[in-house]
């Protein structure tokens, strides 16, 4: 029976229907050349392009071997298959919906499918060194899988490059996407798995974890998004390091997250490229408790260098530490605490040359601590009545003269 997964990419709900695909039950000798449709039980290398294809390219049915493409490609049609049966995935590139293990395809390209490569229900598989180009959904989908290793591949164009969902202990590592129109690198509902040195440049999003605990998201590359770079949604103890966020519409989101850390990225530009709906924002906690947010770079940026805030969540921003930051924002406040987030922390941060407010607290309880903010267009540090004066906060050439208000500054 075919299970329907419904996902959120850019804002629009696409239907995903992910199934085991009935294969012929008599296994193809290893040739020199495959034909399109064809079911592998072996170590097969291509010999020479395979294209056109209606319908699946290739199709995995045995564990432990290895599709080498050799350089090759293989080829759909660029057009939808028409009459896929129930309980089938039709218009694959390269087919592991079998759920077999051990499994590695490598080396060439897979163009004009629906999906590029598919694993499900599969573990400790490679997939490595495919230019995955023009399949209309997917690059690569791994859903259901574990120990699996994507990487070295190149995406370009469809919805997203990668997508992975209820998958875990996975790496995706030196993966490139561009031209994506959802998210670059969507994860759903998916644990203890690692994003490291990818690089996604003009997609509509970059990496989304939705309902994703216990990942690293290290050392990415994001620039040129329409909207996000790194959204954390509904997720706990995510771990976000340093990753490079350049020119996009918005930097780092959490959303409803609880306990991630957001620590030494740099983040420059955000809101000066991108969608005009976008806040700008370097990094915004919506609606997210209990995050530490430490020694990040933000720069540059439209709004916000850091907003905590409840600004689509209904739930406010509780208990939140930012600490050690440095942070400029062209024409508002480096960083911003709405008056509904409660028991904020800032401490040790570094807010200069800000277009409005090095700092601007408006939530009783937020403490302010040893913090510097020169040279901002109004004051050093703005805090309401009722927050924590921790001491040891600097404050020197703003163009308020009183440069601090309700905490002292030397």
């Known amino acids: 029976m075919a299970r329907l997964r419904t996902l959120l990419v850019a804002g629009a709900v696409t239907a995903l229907t992910v199934a085991v695909i009935p294969v012929p039950s008599a296994a193809l000798a290893v040739p020199s050349q495959l034909e399109c449709g064809d079911v592998i039980t072996t170590d097969v290398k291509l010999a020479s392009d395979l294209t056109n294809c209606p319908n699946n390219g290739i199709v995995v049915e045995a ?5 080498d493409l050799n350089g090759h490609t293989v080829g759909g049609d660029g057009t939808p298959f028409a009459s896929c049966p129930d309980g089938a995935f039709c218009d694959v590139g390269i087919d592991n919906s079998a759920g077999h293990s051990g499994v590695t395809i490598k080396g060439g390209t897979v163009r004009g499918f629906d999906v590029g490569a598919l694993a499900l229900g599969a573990g400790v598989n490679r997939i490595q060194k495919l230019t995955l180009v023009d399949n209309a959904s997917f690059g690569v989908i791994v859903g259901n899988s574990s120990d699996t290793k994507i990487d070295h591949n190149s995406t370009h164009g469809g919805i997203s490059g990668i997508l992975m969902f209820d998958s875990h202990d996975n790496r995706l590592e030196q993966n490139t996407v561009s031209g994506a129109h959802g998210y670059a690198i969507p994860v759903f509902g998916s644990h203890h798995n ?149 028991l904020t922390l800032l401490d040790h941060n570094t807010a200069n040359g800000n277009g409005n407010d090095g700092i601007h607290a408006n939530a009783t309880g937020t403490t302010i601590t040893g913090n510097t903010a020169n040279d901002n267009h109004e004051l050093g540090i703005e805090a309401v009545l009722g927050v924590v004066d921790g001491s040891g906060n600097k404050a020197s050439g703003n163009g308020n003269p009183a440069q601090c208000l309700n905490v002292l500054c030397r």
């Open 63 to 67: 564990d432990d071997i290895a599709l």
């Open 194 to 342: 690692r994003l490291e040195q990818n690089s996604m440049d003009g997609n509509d999003h970059g990496i989304l974890l939705d309902t994703c605990d216990d990942n690293d998201v290290k050392a990415n590359r994001v620039s040129h998004s329409g909207g996000s770079s790194i959204d954390i949604g509904h997720s706990k103890n995510n771990r976000v390091v340093a990753n490079v966020l350049t020119d996009n519409g918005d930097g780092v989101i959490l959303s409803e997250a609880q306990h991630n850390l957001i620590s030494d990225n740099s983040v420059t530009g955000t809101g000066l490229f991108g969608f005009p709906d976008t806040g700008g924002f370097g990094v915004i906690l919506d609606g997210a408790d209990d995050n530490v947010v430490q020694r990040n770079t933000v720069t540059g940026g439209r709004g916000p260098a850091i907003f905590v805030s409840s600004l689509d969540s209904p739930d406010t921003s509780d208990r939140n530490a930012i600490s050690a930051n440095v942070v400029n924002s062209k024409f508002t406040d480096g960083i911003l605490i709405d008056g509904n987030a409660t």
